[in-house]
């Protein structure tokens, strides 16, 4: 018997209230929209826009302000100071884009902490430069990863869910193909990915790759409103940025995969029942495993939110955010594009007999979770 914090017994209209749960995901896509217009843009870090990171270690606390003011004086453009840690003596100096080499940027800031804090020695445990033109590269790199990775989730869900491995893999592959082609002869990553992106989405859609497309576009809504949300509160995107977003990608899928599984669980054992009927099923039967994953990982992740300092936080961020919406979206996003693309759907690949693995009463395999 395993922990249930929500009875089997659960009969919501998951399914029924699905319109209502598209205007509140347009609109969260609409507010990050607008803070990215706002803002001009994603705010991209060092990584991402070219600069220089110093990290510095004081043997004696040191106020923000104190470090700011002695270091106005100095020539280091869009210079941003930020402290992390507890005791006041950890700091980490972020400066846009120089002609200095590392030795000229460690001698200025040498000589302007000499003069400011004699009487405080102090440790410069890190300097990392990047350069401009890394920068853009990186930046499309991040992209490309993101867009390679939903092209494989597409495979995998189509091979699993509707056994169309060569349907799925053939149209990746075209895409990968294609995409990585056009950016070495030159053509914007920035632009391409982005209409890649759409071209799946449309391939899936002829080709009938349902769950395939229930999937890439539940990931999508996960991304976009992580990354406006995100970019609502201010922070810049780099690598860590990234990997906490692809973080997000494996952990929406997860969830998406737990509610098919008992979807084509249910329509191997009846596929006479309506598929509205057959999803709102599924989704209250796995209802009390989707909160107990989601609650203990947003436990973890609040942990590193709240003590983990600024080193973590933008990491820990993009995931608090991205399990709320992973968990929403395996509900109410990538389930309805089921039922919305049903007639697409053969039932017949899911008839009984076909599978005779042993099951419990009511249909799992024996010993699922």
């Not at 846009?96 to 460690?106: N, P, T, V, Y």
């Not at 189509?158 to 075209?174: C, N, P, Q």
């Not at 809504?221 to 970019?231: P, Q, S």
């Not at 973590?312 to 992973?326: E, K, N, Q, R, S």
Request: with cysteine.
């Amino acid at each position: 018997m395993g922990l249930h914090l929500i009875p089997d017994t659960l009969n919501f209209d998951f399914v029924g209230i699905r319109k209502y749960a598209y205007a509140v995901s347009a609109l969260l896509i609409l507010v990050g929209v607008c803070a990215f217009v706002y803002t001009g843009g994603p705010r991209y870090g060092i990584d991402f826009s070219g600069g220089a990171v110093v990290q510095i270690k004081f043997a004696h606390p040191v106020s923000d302000e104190d470090l700011k003011k002695a270091l106005d004086g100095s020539d280091l453009p869009g210079l941003v100071v930020q402290s992390y840690g507890t005791d006041g003596t950890d700091f980490v100096l972020r400066i846009a884009a120089m002609r200095e080499s590392a030795d000229g940027l460690g001698k200025i800031v040498n000589d302007t902490l000499n003069a400011g804090f004699a009487g405080n020695s102090y440790e410069i445990m890190r300097m990392d430069m990047v350069g401009p033109k890394v920068g853009a590269d990186l930046r499309a790199q991040a992209l490309e990863a993101m867009y390679y990775a939903i092209l494989l989730i597409s495979i995998y869900v189509s091979g699993r869910f509707e056994r169309r491995w060569f349907t799925a893999g053939f149209i990746a592959l075209i895409l990968g193909a294609a995409t990585f082609g056009l950016s070495r002869f030159g053509l914007d990553r920035i632009f391409l990915i982005p209409l890649a992106v759409v071209l799946t989405l449309v391939l899936c859609r002829h080709f009938k790759l349902v769950f395939a497309m229930g999937a890439v576009v539940s990931i999508l809504h996960d991304v976009l409103i992580t990354a406006g949300l995100y970019a609502l509160f201010g922070r810049e995107f780099d690598l860590t940025t990234i990997a906490a977003l692809l973080t997000v990608v494996g952990y929406s899928l997860n969830d998406t995969i737990i509610v098919y599984d008992r979807i084509r669980e249910n329509l191997r054992n009846d596929i006479v029942t309506p598929l509205g009927t057959v999803i709102n099923r599924s989704i209250n039967r796995t209802m009390s495993r989707t909160v107990l994953t989601s609650g203990t990982t947003l436990i973890a992740v609040s942990a590193l939110l709240l003590f983990g300092g600024g080193a973590i936080f933008d990491f820990a961020l993009t995931v608090f955010i991205g399990v709320f919406m992973g968990t929403a979206s395996s509900i109410f996003v990538a389930s309805p594009i089921l039922l919305a693309m049903s007639a697409d759907i053969r039932r017949e690949d899911f008839r009984p007999g076909q599978d005779r693995r042993a099951r419990d009463a009511d249909g799992r395999l024996a010993a699922q979770v």
